[in-house]
């Protein structure tokens, strides 16, 4: 009898819970924690225990026994499920799934840290899109899907305009954080006035209400990446000269960057003097220098307006895969968990 050889044997156990997602045959998503911390698969080197916590995603070919898994670490292996069934404990109690209902497994790692996530959607593919890990539902407007930070990503040219929209119901109005990764391809050297790409943006009807965006000149007398939250202003420093080298780090524009934008219209602690209701993070870092801090009269709520992923943009050159977004309910400042989907 083959022996079973365990991969990472000298690696210490999460003291992460994992979370799942089965995509069903069907169409149907199941969401729950996983009974088993290994999947059995018989490989071309033998029999094999794959930890579930170094699992991205597993995918079902069409006789939904043989199924390749990419890796935490960009690795993919193809073998056959050994396993008869996946046991998992979902909202409605214990359910196990027979292998050959399966499409695809989608594992992810859920420690303290998520408390106070409302939003989550990985952009994988279409159907992620729709279906987020958590918060609400989205429509796929345009774009393909293509290599992301984590797994895959959606891609948009900036001639296409929105790529994506969600609702907005339950995203906190007066304070809160949007996070996501983005990679940029094929844009101008210079940010020239007026044609900055929207990386995502909170619409009542048109108006604007939170935004994230570049920049040449904001009409205030800022430049570079500019966070917008109901009328308050937060840029990397003044207005003029801005290309996305100096945005983003010379050489770097066109490598994945972490955005963040984070509001508290009582003063964000821990950012300049505490009093700024506006602030953007870039790869960790406070990038904003200069704030202008004009609310609008009446901010109001949030209700029924919708996110939007890369809307309608004036910058005609270039693209972006957009990854892994997350909004929490808290201004959050520290991002040492960017690493983690």
Known sequence: MASVVNCYPD?????????????????S???GSPEASSVPLETSFGKMSIPLERIRRGDFRDDRRTVELTLINGDKLTGTWSGEKFGLQALFGKISIPAELMSGVSVSTRGPAAAGLLFWNTMESERDVKNGRIGAKGKFVAGKFA???FGKGLSVDFTQGVAAVFPVDGIPARKGCMELWVKLAGVPQGIT???GPMLFGVFRKETPMLTLSFCNNDGFSGGGLLGYVYGTRCNTGGFGGWTFDRALGAGTEQEWHHYALVWDLDGIKGVDDGTKKTAVFLDGKLNGKMWHQALLE??????????R???????????????NLKVWDYPKIKFDDRFIE
């Not at 009446?298 to 996110?307: A, Q, R, T, V, Y």
């Not at 992923?309 to 990854?323: K, P, Y």
């Open 147 to 149: 290599d992301g930070k």
């Open 11 to 27: 690696e210490p156990a999460t003291n992460q819970q994992l979370s799942v997602i089965v995509d069903l045959v069907d169409g």
């Open 193 to 195: 006035d007026g044609a």
């Open 29 to 31: 998503r199941i969401n």
């Open 309 to 323: 992923i890369m809307h309608e943009q004036t910058i005609r050159q270039g693209s972006a895969v957009l990854d």
């Open 298 to 307: 009446n901010p109001g709520d949030l209700k029924g307006s919708e996110l």
